[in-house]
Structure formats: structure tokens, C-alpha cells
């Protein structure tokens, strides 16, 4: 729950972005050491299953401690609105998960790295419609006087960390995959022998 007196600052948000941004960099290295290429694209499925998995259980986090002093000022049509929607919305991630494996697993680069930064990209449509279209900054309370641009700034680091995040589990359900499957190496991925 979100304290009704709570008042935030674009200065705060930019602090806020800075510091995400720092996080978001520091793991997408580990991520980007830890996933090379061929085992990246190994995650097909697990990147699916991954986000079904991550953004399912953030939103039902989010319904729980933020519903009613965030999203229902600025959502359409409110009263109509309740979980079974708000989980249905989230059936969107699985298929954005799958077109960033998919881009990152052809652009030059690493595909860990360009993932997280896709996935930092697909943050901008989402609060650009938050923010033009639904009115955020100006029907939440605590965002009255918060510059789009420093929103902006911290939701690019933001999904970068949460993509990451995404990544991380797949590769944690490809890992436990090939460690439990008869004959199954858990190092490479591939069949001993």
C-alpha cells in the first residue's frame, strides 16, 4: 500500500533511474558472462515459461500491495477491472518474451546483453501509454509534478532488471532441465556419452 501523503520529485526519479541503471548494468555483465551465445539460444521455451512465470507473480504482487493506490487511479473503467483482468493482461509477456529471445538471438552482440536492453526498450510504449494516454502523472497522486522524462528514465533500467530477471529463470529452468533428464549434462546442456 502506497502512503496517501507520499509526494515524489523528478529529481528523486532521476537519483532513482541512476541507481537502477547501475544495478541493471552490473547484472546484465553477470548475465552476459554467465549466458554465452549457443546456451542462449537453448532458452527458447524457457524464456516463454520464465515469463509466464515472472511477470504472473509481479503483477499478483502489484495487485496486492499497489491496486488501490495506484493502478485504479489511472486504468480504464476501474470498477470494471479486478484480478482475473488484470492476469489476463499478463498473458502478453510470454510472446514478448519469445520476440526478444528471438531479436536478440540475430542482432550482433551478445544475446544476454542485447535482451536485457530490448526488454529496457519495451518499457518506453508501456509508460508512454500510461503516461499520454491514461493520464498517470496527473491522476496519481504521488506522481503530480514527476517529469515523463524521468519516469522514462528509471522504466528503461527498470525492465531491463526485470528482463534480466526473466533471463536469469530461464536459464536457472534450462539448467534444472538438463540436470534431471536421464543422461543430461548440466554444464552444457547436452547428452554425456
Known amino acids: 500500500m502506497i502512503p496517501e501523503d507520499l509526494r515524489l520529485t523528478s529529481a528523486q526519479y532521476w537519483w532513482i533511474a541512476g541507481i537502477t541503471a547501475l544495478l541493471a548494468g552490473i547484472y546484465i555483465v553477470v548475465l552476459a558472462r554467465r549466458i554465452q551465445p549457443d546456451r542462449f539460444r537453448q532458452l527458447y521455451w524457457p524464456i516463454v515459461v520464465a515469463s509466464a512465470i515472472f511477470w504472473t507473480a509481479y503483477?499478483?504482487?502489484?495487485?496486492?500491495?499497489?491496486?488501490?493506490?495506484?493502478?485504479?487511479?489511472?486504468?480504464?473503467?476501474?470498477?470494471?477491472?479486478?484480478?482475473?483482468?488484470?492476469?489476463?493482461?499478463?498473458?502478453?509477456?510470454p510472446p514478448i518474451g519469445l520476440a526478444l529471445w528471438w531479436l536478440a538471438s540475430r542482432l550482433p552482440g551478445k544475446p544476454?546483453?542485447?535482451?536485457?536492453?530490448?526488454?529496457?526498450?519495451?518499457?518506453?510504449?508501456?509508460?508512454?501509454?500510461?503516461?499520454?494516454?491514461?493520464?498517470?502523472l496527473e491522476r496519481v497522486p504521488f506522481l503530480r509534478g514527476v517529469s515523463a522524462t524521468s519516469v522514462l528514465a528509471f522504466a528503461v533500467p527498470e525492465y531491463m532488471l526485470y528482463?534480466?530477471?526473466?533471463?536469469?529463470?530461464?536459464?536457472?529452468?534450462?539448467?534444472?532441465?538438463?540436470?534431471?533428464?536421464p543422461g543430461g549434462n548440466w554444464r552444457t546442456g547436452r547428452r554425456a556419452g
Open 59 to 93: 503483477g499478483l504482487l502489484l495487485f496486492a500491495l499497489a491496486w488501490e493506490s495506484f493502478y485504479v487511479k489511472f486504468l480504464p473503467d476501474p470498477s470494471q477491472r479486478g484480478l482475473a483482468g488484470s492476469v489476463l493482461e499478463l498473458l502478453l509477456y
Open 112 to 136: 544476454a546483453v542485447t535482451f536485457c536492453l530490448l526488454g529496457g526498450l519495451e518499457a518506453l510504449p508501456e509508460h508512454l501509454w500510461g503516461i499520454y494516454r491514461l493520464g498517470m
Open 163 to 181: 528482463w534480466g530477471t526473466v533471463l536469469g529463470l530461464a536459464l536457472l529452468l534450462r539448467t534444472a532441465w538438463d540436470w534431471l533428464r
